[in-house]
């Protein structure tokens, strides 16, 4: 997302308002569209804003959780106006817009509006001018349950406003005017303002307004012992060390991470390397939203915390989705969640934010759920009890079945939750490396269980009885055996992400072919090369030496076997290239020398991060091939 930043100057009169309440109230305003297709639709709709269109729904008080502390979100408030294009224009160019259309927005009121939609008490301080934008935002974030107590309204300053150019694919372009949320703040915050900062559960910040505002909300929350989460969404410009001391979570995404750090963020070990230093800035956990990569929550000191993107079923429009994905983890935080839950709640939350559909208001009052739900719904004979159950509400929060935004995300946190992976893995095994590159190249997470192979564990004899050998992919209790087959498997379940086989039959064929040819050929005569002495040995190099001919001409000119990009063949040969190293040191002949295509595909292929963070060092699998020599009694 592209977003360019204007303020005007600090010159206003300043008027405070108290926006008269009855009851602040929660709201269920958000419409989902049923369909299976991945792609971004076509279709003519009016733009879809996640969090703040008011709803005519029946309301229930926020004095309905009187001593539950309140997510407060202090930051921007902005009308959106949205225009749907075919194309960003070129310079000097002007084009026509197929609709426009004017909603309430602001990455400070979207996290607000989020936070009351998913039924928990949500303060939003900010500012609005004294026009129609400013009456259409604080309207439409009261009916959606957010207490404005604490809004302050401006004259002389117009309400702040964005520019959102949406295109046919749901990305979007945003140019920001700061208006209200950049002028007039005091100098100083009054302590009725600071009061609520001071007994909130967590405090949400973002960048569209002052840093000096958000340096004070900061203090105050931390004085209080209250969690401080900063989005470092908004103004381009450095980051002050003030702000980021006492920040508990700092949350960018991939370009603001990078152009905040100045280093790249093109791959997840630069990203590691970019958070080091935003550690080192003084922020201790860093939230890193990787768009359709997922996201990554680094605490210093310990192992980098990954979610996968939860699929939606049909992608309208991604703006707000960051937003929406970091108010739910906020509000998972405050409930008491761990750290993996929370990412699992928020990235559920962003998946239903972006199938949002405003066009077709009498969705409020539709059952009929996306087709995951609601298969997600039939498996479970009682599917509030199941939810309640797995995520555990605190009892105020308990699922209503007037909430069904709340429902649909913690159906799919229950997906989520249920979609566990183990392997059952030994670290210098080819075939449990081609099992671990297939699980990195899809991107789903999975617990690695190392395995002794000379005393087995009883849950590798119950899950492999038969060959009781690794690798086994455990599957939501169900055990999945021999590497390729895991691999077939693995891109058949996760088939919505890029596939690891041709679609094409022939090519597919082709594949599978070359991939039983590795295996019935390479291992076994390897082994008898680095495992045995005088004839067996030199029978199984000229062996070895055809086969790594018959590869390279196979090979050719391509890239990688599967023509340009990684694949099935690649990954069933490449787990062996850790052994290269033995093989030509104890078979008397130089790899590079002879096999200098085969050579360059590996190294190639040693870019990707799957495969890299998946191999055995070279030396270490000839030092364990020695070892296994010596036991042998094979000089």
């Known amino acids: 997302m592209k977003a360019v930043s204007f303020s005007p100057g600090n010159h206003c009169n300043l008027k405070l308002q108290k926006y008269p309440i009855k009851q602040p109230t929660l709201a269920n305003p958000i419409h989902f569209d049923n369909h299976q297709n991945q792609k971004p639709s076509n279709k003519k709709h009016h733009f879809p804003s996640f969090s703040i269109k008011a709803s005519k729904t029946p309301q229930t008080p926020l004095t309905k959780y009187p001593n539950t502390p309140p ?130 559960g967590v405090v949400l910040l973002q960048r569209e307004i002052p840093d000096l505002v958000n340096i004070q909300v900061a203090k105050a929350a931390k004085s209080a012992g209250v969690p401080v989460i900063l989005d470092a969404g908004g103004m381009d410009a450095p980051m002050p060390p003030e702000l980021l001391n006492v920040v508990d979570i700092f949350s960018p995404n991939e370009s603001e991470l990078a152009r905040l750090t100045c280093m790249s963020t093109e791959s997840f070990e630069q990203i590691g390397q970019a958070v080091v230093k935003c550690h080192k800035m003084g922020v201790k956990q860093v939230l890193v939203k990787l768009g359709a990569k997922g996201s990554a929550l680094f605490i210093e000191g310990e192992k980098p915390i990954k979610q996968t993107i939860i699929s939606a079923a049909r992608v309208l429009d991604t703006t707000g989705a960051g937003d929406t994905f970091t108010a739910a983890f906020a509000v998972a935080l405050v409930e008491g969640k761990t750290k993996e839950e929370c990412m699992r709640f928020a990235a559920a939350a962003a998946s239903l934010c972006v199938q949002v559909d405003h066009s077709d208001a009498s969705n409020d009052n539709k059952s009929e759920a996306p087709r995951s739900t609601r298969e997600a719904e039939n498996s479970t004979k009682d599917s509030f009890s199941a939810i309640n159950s797995c995520f555990r509400l605190s009892s105020s929060l308990q699922i209503e079945k007037g909430n069904k935004l709340l429902r649909k995300i913690l159906i799919l ?69 021999e590497s390729m087959i895991i691999v077939q498997y693995i891109d058949e379940v996760w088939s919505h992400k890029p596939s690891l086989l041709p679609s094409d039959p022939y090519r597919r064929a082709h594949a599978r072919f070359w991939a039983d040819y590795i295996d019935k050929k390479i291992y076994p005569i390897g082994r008898n090369l680095w495992a045995s002495e005088g004839e067996v040995k030199e029978s199984s190099k000229k062996e070895l030496i055809q086969c790594f001919k018959i590869l390279e001409e196979e090979l050719g000119d391509k890239l990688y076997f599967g023509d340009e990009s990684f694949g099935y063949i690649d990954m069933a040969f490449i787990s062996f290239y850790s052994f290269f190293y033995t093989f030509e040191t104890l078979g008397n002949w130089s790899m590079v020398a002879e096999f200098p295509k085969l050579v360059e595909w590996g190294e190639r292929c040693l870019q990707k991060e799957s495969v890299s963070k998946s191999l055995s060092d070279q030396k270490e699998v000839y030092e364990a091939a020695l070892q296994i020599k010596q036991e042998l009694g094979i000089e």
Request: hydrophobic content about 40%; glycine content about 10%.
């Open 71 to 200: 997510l407060v979100v202090v930051g921007s408030a902005n009308a959106d106006i949205y225009v749907e294009i075919d194309r960003l224009p070129k310079e000097g160019e002007t084009i026509s817009a197929k609709t426009g259309q004017t909603l309430a927005g602001g990455k400070g009121a979207n996290q607000a509006a989020c936070g009351a939609k998913l039924s928990y008490p949500t303060y939003f301080v900010g500012q609005v001018g004294e026009d129609a934008h400013g009456k259409l935002i604080t309207e439409a974030l009261k009916n959606g349950g957010v207490n404005l107590d604490c809004v302050r309204n401006l004259s002389d300053v117009p309400t702040g406003h964005t520019v959102v150019m949406l295109q046919p694919d749901g990305q979007n372009s945003i140019i920001i005017v700061g208006g209200a949320n950049m002028s007039c703040w005091p100098e100083k915050l009054s302590d009725e303002d600071l009061e609520v900062v001071r007994k909130a």
């Open 413 to 481: 946190f229950v997906q989520q939750m249920a979609n566990e992976v183990v392997l059952l893995d030994f670290e210098m095994s080819p075939f449990a490396a081609r099992v671990r590159i297939a699980l990195e190249e899809k991107g789903i997470e999975y617990k690695s269980e190392v395995e002794d192979l000379s005393n087995k564990s009883s849950n590798l004899l119950k899950m492999n009885p038969v060959n009781q050998q690794i690798p086994v992919l455990i599957h939501n209790g169900r055990p999945i055996c």
